[in-house]
C-alpha cells in the first residue's frame, strides 16, 4: 500500500513519492512568538506532527524542520507595549510554545530555526535576488518583482490579473508595481535592525521561511505545511523567491490544514474570540484536545466549543477505559493454550484498516474510528470466561502502536489506579469531615470517568463500569 495526500499545488491526491528513498524532508511553518499560542495555531502543530509521527511508522525517516518568527512588527509592538526588548518576549513565549506543544504530545522538530540567529544566509538570499533582477532596493527597502516570475499564483490557482485587482501600494512603500511584496524593511527609529547592503534593517515575512528551509532542507524539499491561510500570499511568496533563486522546484507536496471555528464563527482578533492553548489546557487534559482536534480530518474546518469539548471526552475516556480494563486484566490472565487464531486475526484486520485509512490523506477521523472498533472487540474479549494473557498483549500492543502512530497515549493501569485511590481517600475525608457535597463531587467525577464506586461494611470498594 501506498500513502496518498492532498497535494495544494495541484488539488489532487497523489501517490507519495518522497526524492529519497525512505527519506522525507518537511518544513511546517511555526508561529511569530509574541504571546501565547491560540487553538488555531495548535492545529497545524498538532495535525503535522501527526503526519510526521505516521511517516515514521510506515518507517520513514523524517527530517522536521519547523521555525520561529522571532522579529516581526508584532513583537516590536509587545515590546514597546511591555517596556522590554524583542528577545525577551521572543524567549519568553518560545518557552510557552514548548510548554504548550509538549503537553498536547507534540515532538520537538530536529530542527527550531530563528530568524534572528540566520540573518546572515536570509540578507544573502536576498541580495542574490538582486543580483538576478528579481529584487530591487528603493529607499533602504528592498521588493521582490513578482511579474518577473512567471509561475506566480500556481500555488493558490490566482492568475496575476487576477491579483492585480486587489493589490495596492501602502502609505510609504516605494513599488515599482503593487504586485511587488517586501523583502528587507529599512529600520524605524528606535527598532531591532541589523546591517545590510541596503542599510540597517529586518527582514520581511517571506523571505525567512525560503532562506531557512533551503539552509536545513536543501533546495528542493518533499513537504512543505502550514495552515490554510499561509497559501496565500506566504507559500506563494517562498515559491517564487526560492524558485527564481535556485532554479528548481521548492517543494514537492504542499498540505494545508483546515481553520478553527468558534462557536461557528471565525477566530479574529475583532471579535476578540481567540481562545488560547494555555488557557485550555489548564481546565482539561491536553491529550484530550489533541484528541479533539484529529476527530475532524486536517483539511476539513472544525469547530470549537466546551460542549463540544466535552462530547469529545466521553469517546476518548472510553478507549482510555478499554485499555485500563485491559491492563487491569492482565495480572488475572492465564496463558491458555487454546486456540485464539480469530482474535488474532481480527487484530490484523483492524491495524491493516487504520493503515488504509490513515494511508488515504492521514485520514485521522477514520482511523480514531479503527480505534473504537478496537476498544469494542476488547471489551468483547473480556466477556469471555477465560482469558489469555497472549490475546491481552495483542490487544495492549495494538492501543499502544496505533495510537502512538497519531500520538495519542493511553494510561498505564498502575498509575490510573494510584488517581482512583487518591481520589477515594478524599472522598473518604470529606465523609469524615461531613463535607457531603466534595463526597458527591468525588463520587460524580469518578463516575464519569466510568469509574464505579460501592461502599460496603469493608470499606469503599471500585470497579470500572
Known amino acids: 500500500m501506498a500513502i496518498k495526500l492532498y497535494n495544494t499545488l495541484t488539488r489532487q491526491k497523489e501517490t507519495f513519492v518522497p526524492l529519497e528513498e525512505n527519506k522525507v524532508k518537511m518544513y511546517v511553518c511555526g508561529p511569530t512568538v509574541y504571546n501565547y499560542i491560540h487553538i488555531g495555531n495548535a492545529r497545524p502543530a498538532i495535525v503535522f506532527d501527526t503526519v510526521r509521527r505516521y511517516l515514521e511508522f510506515r518507517g520513514y525517516d523524517v527530517e522536521y524542520v519547523s521555525n520561529f518568527t522571532d522579529v516581526d512588527d508584532k513583537l516590536i509592538k509587545a515590546a514597546?507595549?511591555?517596556?522590554?526588548?524583542?528577545?525577551?518576549?521572543?524567549?519568553?513565549?518560545?518557552?510557552?510554545?514548548?510548554?504548550?506543544?509538549?503537553?498536547?504530545?507534540?515532538?520537538?522538530?530536529?530542527?527550531?530555526?530563528?530568524?534572528?540567529?540566520?540573518?546572515?544566509?536570509?540578507?544573502?538570499?536576498?541580495?542574490?535576488?538582486?543580483?538576478?533582477?528579481?529584487?530591487?532596493?528603493?529607499?533602504?527597502?528592498?521588493?521582490?518583482?513578482?511579474?518577473?516570475?512567471?509561475?506566480?499564483?500556481?500555488?493558490?490557482?490566482?492568475?496575476?490579473?487576477?491579483?492585480?485587482?486587489?493589490?495596492?501600494?501602502?502609505?510609504?512603500?516605494?513599488?515599482?508595481?503593487?504586485?511587488?511584496?517586501?523583502?528587507?524593511?529599512?529600520?524605524?527609529?528606535?527598532?531591532?535592525?541589523?546591517?545590510?547592503?541596503?542599510?540597517?534593517?529586518?527582514?520581511?515575512w517571506h523571505i525567512e521561511c525560503s532562506a531557512m528551509a533551503r539552509k536545513y532542507l536543501g533546495d528542493t524539499i518533499d513537504i512543505h505545511a502550514g495552515g490554510q491561510d499561509l497559501a496565500f500570499p506566504h507559500h506563494e511568496n517562498e515559491i517564487a523567491q526560492s524558485e527564481a533563486l535556485t532554479g528548481k522546484s521548492f517543494a514537492k507536496y504542499w498540505l494545508h490544514n483546515g481553520y478553527i471555528n468558534i462557536d461557528n464563527e471565525k477566530m479574529s482578533k475583532s471579535l476578540g474570540n481567540f481562545v488560547l492553548v494555555h488557557d485550555i489546557i489548564k481546565k482539561h487534559d491536553p491529550s484530550l484536545l489533541r484528541f479533539f482536534i484529529l476527530s475532524v480530518h486536517y483539511r476539513h474546518p472544525i469547530n470549537y466549543n466546551e460542549e463540544i469539548l466535552e462530547n469529545t471526552r466521553k469517546g476518548f475516556e472510553r478507549l482510555q477505559t478499554a485499555y485500563g480494563n485491559l491492563t487491569h486484566r492482565l495480572e488475572a490472565a492465564t496463558n491458555l493454550q487454546e486456540d485464539a487464531s480469530e482474535w488474532f486475526?481480527?487484530?490484523?484486520?483492524?491495524?491493516?484498516?487504520?493503515?488504509?485509512?490513515?494511508?488515504?490523506?492521514?485520514?485521522?477521523?477514520?482511523?480514531?474510528?479503527?480505534?473504537?472498533?478496537?476498544?469494542?472487540?476488547?471489551?468483547?474479549?473480556?466477556?469471555?470466561?477465560?482469558?489469555s494473557t497472549d490475546v491481552i498483549e495483542a490487544f495492549i500492543k495494538e492501543f499502544k502502536e496505533l495510537g502512538a502512530a497519531i500520538g495519542i497515549t493511553f494510561g498505564e493501569a498502575e498509575l490510573l489506579d494510584e488517581e482512583i485511590d487518591q481520589l477515594i481517600q478524599g472522598r473518604i475525608q470529606a465523609r469524615k469531615d461531613r463535607n457531603f457535597q466534595l463526597a458527591d463531587q468525588i463520587r460524580d467525577e469518578l463516575k464519569a470517568k466510568n469509574i464505579i464506586l460501592e461502599d460496603t461494611a469493608q470499606g469503599t470498594r471500585w470497579k470500572r463500569g
Open 80 to 204: 514597546k507595549e511591555l517596556g522590554e526588548d524583542v528577545p525577551t518576549i521572543a524567549n519568553r513565549f518560545i518557552d510557552a510554545y514548548f510548554e504548550d506543544t509538549s503537553a498536547l504530545g507534540c515532538k520537538h522538530a530536529d530542527v527550531h530555526p530563528r530568524v534572528t540567529e540566520n540573518m546572515d544566509i536570509i540578507i544573502e538570499f536576498i541580495d542574490e535576488l538582486v543580483k538576478k533582477g528579481y529584487a530591487y532596493e528603493s529607499e533602504g527597502d528592498v521588493y521582490y518583482r513578482t511579474r518577473k516570475f512567471e509561475g506566480y499564483g500556481k500555488l493558490s490557482h490566482q492568475s496575476i490579473d487576477e491579483l492585480q485587482s486587489g493589490a495596492r501600494i501602502e502609505v510609504g512603500e516605494k513599488k515599482e508595481d503593487p504586485l511587488d511584496f517586501t523583502l528587507w524593511k529599512a529600520t524605524k527609529d528606535g527598532e531591532i535592525a541589523w546591517d545590510s547592503p541596503w542599510g540597517q534593517g529586518r527582514p520581511g
Open 345 to 387: 486475526e481480527k487484530l490484523k484486520e483492524l491495524r491493516e484498516t487504520f493503515v488504509e485509512e490513515m494511508d488515504d490523506d492521514f485520514n485521522t477521523a477514520n482511523a480514531i474510528s479503527v480505534l473504537f472498533e478496537l476498544a469494542k472487540q476488547a471489551n468483547l474479549y473480556l466477556l469471555e470466561q477465560t482469558t
